[in-house]
Structures are given as C-alpha cells and as structure tokens.
Nanobody, 126 residues
C-alpha cells in the first residue's frame, strides 16, 4: 500500500490550493478515503471523507463550505480542493484509506482508517 500526497505549498489568506493523493498497491475504488491534517503542537484532525460506493462526502465544521473532496477511481487519485484558505489551515495534510475493503465507512474518525501517507505541508500566511 502506498499513498503519496502532493500539491502543498505556500498560499495567502483567501487563496486556493488543490492537494492530490496518488494511491497504489490496493483496490482504490473499494475503499472509503479521507483527508487529515496536523498543525504544530496539535493532534491530528480528520477533515473530510468520501465513500467508495456512492461517493458520499463529509466535512468537519472547520472546512465545510471551503474544501471539496473528490476522487478519480480510474486514476487512483484522491483530491482536496481548498478555497478561501485561512492562516489556521496551516498544517501537514495526509490522506488515508479505510481499514476494510467495501466497508460502510461514513466518517473521518482515525480508528476507521489504517494507512496514512507521509503528507504534504500547507502554509497559509500573508
């Protein structure tokens, strides 16, 4: 299993970034996927998920209305489109796969996910 995130960088408040997560080594289309982030000195925070079957999505209140999760099963890539960025969005962003194939997972609770990528850093500042 391999998850490789990319697309992070420096953005200004109000700006946009799109993160990608390239998956390999497993049947991507059969797993719920999620994005997490961890800011310095804080615990890892689940921010969004997308299910494998009906592409249902969910968002944490902190990003709802600003971030959009999507997936391309043919390319095995997970995306996170981030708009109207805030300084508090500064963090290391990681993607993760659910623990079980074709499992009913509609959450970004960490205990339902078994593998994380190394992450891509997002810095939002003036």
């Amino acid at each position: 299993v391999r998850l490789v995130e990319s697309g992070g960088g420096l953005a200004q408040p109000g700006g946009s970034l799109t993160l990608s997560c390239a998956a390999s080594g497993f049947t991507f289309s059969g797993y719920t996927m999620a994005w997490f982030r961890q800011a310095p000195g804080k615990q890892r925070e689940g921010i969004s998920y997308i299910t494998w079957k009906d592409l249902k999505t969910g968002y944490a209140d902190s990003v709802k209305g600003r971030f959009t999760i999507s997936r391309d099963n043919s390319k095995k890539i997970l995306y996170l489109q981030m708009e109207n960025l805030r300084t508090e969005d500064t963090a290391l962003y990681s993607c993760a796969k659910a623990s079980y194939y074709e499992d009913f997972v509609e959450t970004y609770s960490p205990e339902r996910f078994s593998f994380w990528g190394q992450g891509t850093q997002v810095n939002v500042s003036c």
